[in-house]
């Protein structure tokens, strides 16, 4: 069973490989000093292809893929993620890779907050034009991170359905394919607003949204200040936040094969971008949330850096592999869902977004 891990850092990617989820070979830096906020395993038709969503300060932002673990790349000539001529909007970063429920459908999440559709396997991309020109885009604000769709959720199985989410706007969902698009935030609140405005029906500060295919109406969100559990694919949400120690975090992660686990990083908020106590832990809850369990085994004492929205992920495999990254550029793996913990890299720069996947048999 070979495994294919993704690290993006802000100089570079860096891949992972592994017969056996122990012993791991490390190349790179791929895409060397540039910025790499978001990575894909997709192992879809057959075939795994590995994208990295690449941001030159001198060339600006690039998808890239690669059909042989990384060892060449290709990319669209003249970028690939580009608005329109005439569009009032500059790609910046591409803060997310999604692949869609259809083979060769894959989606681009954007800084400014855009959201572009590809149906060549993220050979060329287009705007989703309705996202761009909802009118609640000029009033959505930004997290101290910068305005961007870090969030793409296709709908496993509906083509037409996709959820999206934004810091700081809150959620959306198309159900008409991208015709047109809803905010879904009923119940998150925004602490951060004046007292008595806390729950507008966007502009919310969502970190990260999760979903298991196999249980699509259910969502979860990691919030600036919040963690929640949808049953209704985002028409209402309830907090999910009593056990934690902290409610502030940026990613949330679905076990792949049990829809009601699911893991977070918990950080101490605006008392202190690191783990409460400075003790690197992972939280998981067995029950969608009800309660949750420290998971620390392995894992440093002291501990005081961040794990950022897309820096955390499972492998789909069975038992589940999980890999979070850090902003002190360490890596770590757990291969018995979250039971121990080890590192597999260390001294990298600081760490962005952490993707892995078992290669596809073909």
């Given at each position: 069973m070979a495994t294919t891990v993704m690290i993006g850092t802000r100089k570079g990617l860096w891949v992972g490989r592994s017969e056996d989820r122990d012993d791991w070979s490390l190349s790179g830096p791929h895409h060397d000093m540039e910025e790499v906020y978001s990575c894909l395993v997709d192992t879809r038709g057959g075939r795994t292809r590995l994208f990295a969503g690449a941001s030159s300060p001198w060339l600006g932002p690039q998808v890239r893929w690669s059909d042989d673990h990384g060892a060449t790349w290709q990319e669209t000539a003249g970028?690939?993620?580009?608005?329109?001529?005439?569009?009032?909007?500059?790609?910046?970063?591409?803060?997310?890779?999604?692949p869609g429920a259809e083979d060769g459908v894959v989606y681009a999440g954007t800084e400014p907050g855009a959201v572009f559709r590809s149906v060549d396997h993220g050979e060329t991309f287009t705007l989703e034009q309705a996202l761009w020109d909802h009118p609640h885009r000029p009033e959505w604000g930004e997290g101290f991170g910068g305005q961007a769709f870090h969030t793409v959720l296709p709908?496993?199985?509906?083509?037409?359905?996709?959820?999206?989410?934004?810091?700081?706007?809150g959620v959306y969902r198309t159900t008409d394919g991208g015709a047109s698009w809803e905010p879904r935030n009923q119940g998150i609140r925004a602490d951060f607003l004046p007292e008595g405005q806390q729950l507008p029906e966007f502009g919310q500060c969502v970190h990260k949204v999760a979903r298991h295919p196999s249980r699509p109406e259910r969502l979860y969100a990691q919030n600036h200040g919040g963690v929640y559990r949808s049953d209704d694919e985002g028409g209402s949400w309830t907090s999910i936040a009593d056990g934690l120690p902290s409610d502030f975090g940026f990613p949330i992660v679905v076990h792949p094969h049990q829809p009601d686990t699911i893991y977070v990083f918990p950080l101490g908020g605006g008392d202190g971008?690191?783990?409460?106590?400075?003790?690197?832990?992972?939280?998981?809850s067995r029950d969608a949330g009800e309660s949750w369990e420290p998971l620390d085994r392995g894992l440093p004492e002291q501990f005081y850096v961040a794990v950022m929205r897309d820096a955390f992920c499972t492998d789909g495999a069975d038992p589940a592999g999980l890999y979070f990254g850090a902003r002190n550029g360490s890596v770590w793996a757990s291969t018995d869902e979250g039971g121990s913990w080890r590192e597999i890299a260390r001294d990298l720069p600081d760490v962005m977004s952490v993707r892995a996947g078992v290669d596809a048999a073909g």
């Open positions: 970028g690939g993620v580009r608005f329109p001529e005439g569009s009032d909007g500059t790609v910046e970063r591409i803060w997310q890779l999604a709908h496993p199985t509906d083509p037409s359905s996709v959820t999206a989410a934004l810091s700081t706007g971008r690191y783990p409460p106590e400075g003790r690197a832990r992972v939280w998981r």
